[in-house]
């Protein structure tokens, strides 16, 4: 850990303290924000990188409160903005850790950190998608993330997390670049989670594939 401090200091970043304030941050945005309807599998923008974003200012936080206000409508712990239709390099989070530790905040273009091999320990927990609604499958992802990238603001900033926020950060962080979960499955287990979404019923409002 000292070690990984020491390279954070030396790119400028340091990791963000997400835990505090959780339930007053989380809100506030999300009572500025509007709850818009979540993107499924087979909508473009969900299978394409998406674009960094560039400025930084009014149009970007307004964007970050609907994200929270979507994400709580929706009940999800995490949510990318391709997931409500805008190709933006945006993700919000309000998810907690294996502990039980509530963890808050934004991350824009994001990148994930490679992890050393003696970081790589795999968790095969059940792994759902706002995007793939109704549908699990098991999928093995480490139970440790480092996700570096910048905040509201456009100032440098580093997440870490573990366990099942790991999860949410890989998760969404591929969400991005064009990847959802199922497409790291094998073939068998997408179809089942496919089947599985199709004799499902979303509890929220998603925009139809037309």
Do not use: W
Not at 92 to 103: A, F, I, L, M
Request: charged share 30%; hydrophobic share 35%; with cysteine.
């Amino acid at each position: 850990m000292a070690q990984q401090q020491q390279v954070d200091e030396q790119v400028g970043t340091e990791f963000v303290v997400d835990t505090e304030d959780c339930e007053a941050r989380e809100l506030a945005h999300r009572e500025r924000g509007t709850a818009r309807p979540i993107t499924v599998v087979g909508n473009p923008v969900l299978h394409r990188e998406c674009r960094d974003v560039t400025e930084f200012g009014d149009e970007l936080a307004s964007l970050i409160d609907d994200m929270f206000a979507s994400q709580k409508a929706a009940e999800g712990v995490g949510l990318a903005a391709n997931q409500i239709g805008v190709d933006l390099k945006v993700f919000v989070y309000d998810c907690p850790d294996d502990d039980g530790v509530r963890h808050t905040g934004v991350v824009v273009n994001p990148v994930l950190d490679e992890l050393p091999a003696e970081r790589r320990v795999l968790d095969d927990s059940n792994e759902g998608c706002l995007s793939v609604p109704t549908a699990y499958a098991e999928l093995a992802r480490p139970d440790y993330a480092v996700v570096r990238g910048q905040d509201a603001q456009g100032k440098p900033i580093a997440v870490e997390g573990t366990g099942y926020f790991a999860r949410c950060l890989q998760h969404e962080t591929d969400h991005l670049y064009g990847r959802l979960y199922i497409d790291r499955l094998s073939k068998r287990e997408r179809k089942a989670a496919l089947k599985q979404m199709e004799e499902g019923t979303p509890r929220y409002e998603t925009v139809p594939n037309d």
